[in-house]
């Protein structure tokens, strides 16, 4: 019964490098996000894909890309990281009334 | 922007009902109100969410008021888990409709 699973839990990244979060949903669900909670703060969206081939930006979508790979899973790639994107990523999967989270990936860039 | 304004932060004495006030003025009819919880840096869990009629489950009940612009959601013996801080969001319970997160109230229960 694993719900939202996010890979990795923990990431250190240099200026400039790239990387993919990874994210996989077992609960059939069409609908999957990607946010970013900075200290204090609530999330914001990056993206979102509301089923199974389509994608849409969010709120901050800028230094980020998405791949729905398919139902269960949703990518998020950062091509060129900056220090401005130090911070947790969550990913959701939603059907009907209820959202459900990851434990969230903890990303710093320095 | 964030459709809801939450207080800041609150504080309860552990066993005694948590009152969370919600206010959503602008909310629209086909908008429910949810609410969230996010326990230390832990991913959002859902707690509750309702139309306009008054919902309760085994985690908390949820008090919308008749003309819908504000809510309450209540902790009926709150214990020291459910220190955290809570999210009030209205949405229209569509796929692909966004959840928005403001700053949500952090509640502290106390020993």
């Known amino acids: 019964n694993a719900g939202v699973t996010q890979t990795p839990k923990f990431q250190v990244l240099k200026t400039g490098q790239s990387m993919t979060l990874q994210c996989a949903q077992d609960?059939?669900?069409?609908?999957m996000y990607w946010y970013r909670q900075d200290p204090g703060m609530g999330l914001r969206l990056i993206y979102y894909?509301?089923?199974?081939?389509?994608?849409d930006k969010g709120e901050v979508p800028n230094g980020y890309n998405v791949s729905r790979l398919n139902k269960r899973e949703f990518s998020l790639r950062l091509e060129s990281a900056a220090p401005s994107q130090t911070s947790v990523y969550f990913c959701?999967?939603?059907?009907?009334?209820?959202?459900?989270f990851g434990q969230g990936t903890r990303l710093t860039v320095v | 922007d964030a459709k809801t304004t939450q207080p800041t932060s609150m504080d309860c004495a552990e066993g005694r009902a948590a009152n969370l006030p919600c206010n959503h003025s602008t909310i629209s009819g086909n908008e429910y109100v949810y609410w969230y919880r996010q326990i230390h840096s832990q991913g959002p869990q859902y707690i509750i969410h309702?139309?306009?009629n008054n919902e309760t489950n085994e985690m908390a009940s949820l008090i919308i008021t008749e003309d819908r612009k504000s809510s309450t959601l209540i902790l009926p013996h709150a214990t020291l888990r459910d220190t955290a801080v809570y999210y009030c969001?209205?949405?229209?319970?569509?796929?692909?409709?966004?959840?928005?997160f403001g700053p949500g109230t952090r509640l502290s229960v106390l020993p």
């Open positions: 969001i209205v949405r229209v319970a569509n796929y692909g409709q966004n959840f928005v």
């Open positions: 959701a999967s939603v059907q009907g009334p209820g959202a459900f």
């Open positions: 894909s509301a089923s199974e081939g389509t994608t």
């Open positions: 609960m059939n669900h069409n609908s």
């Open positions: 309702g139309l306009k």
